[in-house]
């Protein structure tokens, strides 16, 4: 079937750590792959994108590839802040099959100082 | 503030009642979805809106649940007859034509008791 897995937390890393949260889809088409951040008391924000195998979504310091051949839109970040604190959502979109996004469950990121 | 909002962003309500929620789109957003999100999980899809037309529903959406958008702006959702197994966050979040980003509101947390 379609659907998004992706690593549980929580994890919890020292402040300027290195960060990677493995996420993998399965899907039948080509999908649009999704990061989305959950900051405490606040709604979901979209982190980053890719739309096309081997595009690179970026954003304030986070990196995903887009892999086809291992199904893996894996976040990354070099140096991680206390502000990073919070829930990251790794989501599929995929057309004509019912235009929603499909999340994963969901990874609870903590940063300590 | 343009975002996309729901209100009330928080309801308790007694098992058996009925709850209505209601979601502003981004405006000249003509694609409005509505997911459930549950302790612990990722969010899930229920429904989804092309201006006024609902085109697609969850298995998630049983026939207590009900969706509205009749002018293609505003959505409602009504739950009637409540069970504490529809204790959750209920997410609204709105795109423009074929693009995949989703914008999503504060969300509405529902506690049945």
């Known amino acids: 079937g379609n659907s998004v897995t992706q690593m549980e937390g929580p994890v919890t890393l020292s402040e300027e750590a290195f960060l990677t949260i493995n996420c993998t889809y399965t899907a039948t088409g080509y999908p649009s792959l999704f990061w989305y951040v959950q900051y405490p008391g606040e709604g979901l924000q979209l982190l980053l994108k890719?739309?096309?195998?081997?595009d690179k979504g970026s954003n304030k310091g986070f990196e995903a590839t887009y892999r086809k051949e291992t199904t893996s839109f894996h976040l990354e970040k070099g140096s991680v802040q206390v502000s990073d604190s919070a829930v990251y959502f790794c989501a599929r979109y995929l057309n004509n099959a019912g235009n929603m996004l499909t999340f994963g469950g969901g990874t609870r990121l903590m940063v300590k100082p | 503030d343009t975002g996309v909002s729901q209100d009330p962003r928080h309801k308790i309500t007694k098992r058996g009642q009925n709850v209505t929620f209601r979601c502003d789109p981004i405006s000249e957003h003509n694609r409005l979805y509505w997911y459930r999100q549950t302790l612990g999980q990722g969010p899930e899809f229920l429904t989804y809106?092309?201006?006024?037309?609902?085109?697609?529903k969850s298995r998630l959406l049983s026939d207590r649940f009900s969706a509205e958008r009749p002018k293609g702006s505003f959505s409602t959702l009504e739950i009637q007859r409540t069970e504490q197994g529809d204790s959750a966050m209920y997410l609204c979040?709105?795109?423009?034509?074929?693009?995949?980003?989703?914008?999503f509101g504060p969300g509405t947390r529902l506690t049945v008791l």
């Open positions: 890719a739309t096309k195998a081997d």
């Open positions: 809106f092309q201006n006024e037309a609902q085109l697609e």
């Open positions: 979040a709105s795109s423009l034509g074929q693009t995949n980003e989703q914008f």
